[in-house]
């Protein structure tokens, strides 16, 4: 008898493994699987049998990418592949009648055919209107690489929470904008965005909390003006092609969003900066400086619009300075400009990060000065150390005698300078926790020679530890901690 049962059980188990478990599903659990899949292979189900043929047409979020750039080395396949892309296409528009959509997203990497991408935005045009009006439509991503109109309506997404614009999207016949929901907005390397769009988009946008804003440097535009109440989050990227400018302008940048909290600004095109209102301002990323033979401003005016920028935001708590704003500064120094006497105390910064080659390290201590309250310190030399010398300041910085708690040093590479730099470090840092020194792979046999150095020099603080870490290791560490960090996300998720 126990065998027979035994039987009947394996054989009960093997018909289960023969039945479709999925196609078992509800409509609406199929739809939110394909929704995960790039929308070409969401219609590629419709062949497993007569239960998914219309599946896909009912999916919400739609991926759509025009993946054929690599065929480039074989223009026969090329040809043929992206014949069968703008086939694709034109079906997925006729036979996807179904009107809800909540994300959608088109990459278009290649040209088309002017006509056709007409006939693809019009029938986009009537997508949006009917999920618009369902009040469906939560996200629009388009990266194109090729000048194009996009529907007049697709700017008035009342339930829009997250617009993504890339590439040649035209904006000239642009009339009014209405996202009262949108939260986020990326305009990246838009090559026919003026200030007037940017003005339109921001003021039709009363919700907006986090803009993304990448220009090239080579653009016509003679000013940019970031004019927002509800803005939090701000990244602005202009690069700079360098070739002389017009002499008739110059071009300008200026930020007004009073309850702005994080500023990324990374700009070598713009001659003049300002920032206004910034009394919210946590944390600033800063990387921009002089360009000679670039700017028509000189070097000493530019370097007066860079101290009273830092005046500007000298309430920040969390501050991160390039290379280039160091050489900046190292500038007015050399030269003796008055603006140079004039630097602000950052009166709540207690994290700082500057990124300098070994030339600068001597200005390090002009910039602790200003710096009353910090509590940590990481410090990144960016380039190959060579015969660098260390000059002591003739007065000690405040932060080191009173609230300096944590020093991060990246790059190590050996060089005399730079232990006497650390060596100075923690004679004078008195609250001193942890240094923290990372180096090359290259230098590993120093490890121990400078860990004697630093252990065996006078210290403020005998509570310091000072801990040795490889590049290679660092980064395995980084990465774990990433990745542990994404798991918890997605677990808390």
Not at 153 to 160: D, G, R
Not at 307 to 335: C, D, E, P, W
């Amino acid at each position: 008898m126990e065998e027979t049962a035994s039987g009947d059980n394996c054989q009960n188990l093997c018909e289960k493994e023969d039945e479709d478990v999925i196609s078992e599903l509800r409509d609406d659990i199929l739809c939110y699987m394909l929704s995960f899949l790039p929308t070409k292979s969401a219609v590629a189900t419709s062949i497993l049998s007569t239960r998914w043929r219309n599946l896909w047409k009912s999916v919400a979020i739609l991926d759509i990418y025009d993946d054929i750039s690599g065929y480039h080395k074989n223009p026969c396949t090329y040809k043929e592949r992206k014949m069968n892309f703008v086939n694709f296409m034109d079906r997925l528009f006729i036979y996807r009648n179904h009107p809800s959509i909540l994300k959608f997203r088109l990459i278009l990497a290649q040209s088309y055919d002017f006509s056709r991408v007409n006939a693809w935005m019009s029938h986009l045009s009537r997508w949006i209107s009917s999920s618009a009006i369902m009040g469906n439509v939560e996200e629009l991503i388009f990266y194109i690489n090729f000048p194009v109109r996009l529907p007049e309506n697709l700017y008035c997404c009342e339930k829009l929470v997250t617009l993504k614009l890339h590439g040649h999207i035209r904006f000239d016949s642009l009339q009014s904008v209405c996202f009262p929901s949108l939260k986020a907005l990326h305009l990246e390397h838009l090559r026919m965005l003026n200030n007037t769009a940017i003005k339109m988009l921001l003021s039709g946008s009363p919700a907006l909390e986090e803009l993304e804003l990448e220009m090239e440097g080579g653009d016509s535009r003679r000013s940019v003006h970031v004019c927002s109440l509800s803005l939090k989050r701000l990244i602005i990227g202009f690069f700079c092609i360098f070739v002389p400018y017009d002499q008739s302008y110059r071009k300008k940048l200026t930020i007004d969003t009073p309850n702005l909290e994080f500023l990324k600004l990374v700009d070598f095109a713009s001659e003049e900066l300002s920032m206004q209102q910034a009394d919210s301002l946590l944390q600033a990323d800063l990387c921009f400086g002089y360009r000679t033979g670039v700017f028509n401003v000189g070097i000493e005016e530019y370097a007066n619009m860079v101290v009273q920028f830092y005046r500007q935001i000298s309430g920040v708590k969390t501050l991160s300075l390039s290379n280039f704003n160091i050489r900046t500064l190292l500038g007015a120094a050399v030269y003796k400009f008055p603006c140079f006497g004039n630097l602000p105390t950052f009166r709540n910064l207690i994290h700082l990060e500057v990124r300098v080659c070994d030339d600068y390290v001597w200005i390090l201590p002009e910039i602790l000065q200003c710096t009353s309250n910090l509590e940590v310190f990481v410090l990144i030399l960016e380039e190959d150390a060579y015969g660098w010398n260390w000059y002591a300041p003739h007065s000690v910085p405040q932060c080191l005698s009173s609230c300096l708690q944590v020093i991060d040093y990246k790059n190590f590479q050996g060089e005399s300078g730079e232990t006497e730099m650390l060596e100075y470090f923690l004679s004078n840092a008195v609250v001193l926790k942890k240094m923290t020194i990372t180096y090359l792979d290259d230098f590993k046999t120093l490890e121990v020679d400078v860990l004697k150095r630093l252990s065996t020099c006078p210290k403020g603080s005998d509570a310091c530890q000072i801990v040795l870490i490889p590049e290679h290791k660092r980064s395995f560490e980084v990465a774990n901690m990433r990745r542990a960090s994404f798991l918890s996300e997605s677990l808390n998720y």
